[in-house]
């Protein structure tokens, strides 16, 4: 998911805060076929895109049209995370790190 900072180390099927629905569900099909057991999404980056209000409602609303059994894990890359308000809006169970490991 886009960062604030070093946009460059965003993966080509990465999340922009510009993409609309369509762009949205092609990266996560993408995304899921690559890793088919997966059960969850997660943003080790992504505080550009977590904190947008309208980027979180078009992405949970394609996961609760697309995939309804996945849920969010929030790295709280941002305090102005959207992630919880927007996940709760469409039914997706999320949850959100207590402490952040990197490196």
Same mark, same amino acid.
């Given at each position: /998911?886009?960062? /604030? =900072?070093?946009?460059?180390?965003?993966?080509? #099927?990465? +999340?922009?805060?510009? /993409?609309? !629905? =369509?762009?949205?569900? +092609?990266?996560?099909?993408?995304?899921?076929?690559?890793?088919?057991?997966?059960?969850? #999404?997660?943003?080790?980056?992504?505080?550009?895109?977590?904190?947008?209000?309208?980027? /979180?409602?078009? +992405?949970?609303?394609?996961?609760? =049209?697309?995939?309804?059994?996945?849920?969010?894990?929030?790295?709280?890359?941002?305090?102005?995370?959207?992630?919880?308000?927007?996940?709760?809006?469409?039914?997706?169970?999320?949850?959100? !790190?207590?402490?952040? +490991? =990197?490196?």
């Amino acid at each position: /998911m886009e960062p /604030m =900072d070093r946009k460059e180390l965003l993966a080509p #099927i990465g +999340l922009k805060t510009d /993409m609309d !629905r =369509d762009r949205i569900a +092609l990266s996560l099909e993408t995304g899921f076929d690559s890793v088919p057991h997966a059960v969850a #999404i997660n943003n080790h980056m992504g505080s550009q895109y977590t904190g947008d209000t309208g980027a /979180m409602k078009r +992405l949970m609303s394609v996961i609760h =049209d697309q995939q309804p059994e996945i849920f969010f894990v929030d790295s709280l890359t941002t305090p102005k995370s959207k992630v919880r308000k927007e996940a709760t809006a469409y039914g997706i169970p999320s949850l959100a !790190r207590d402490i952040f +490991l =990197d490196n």
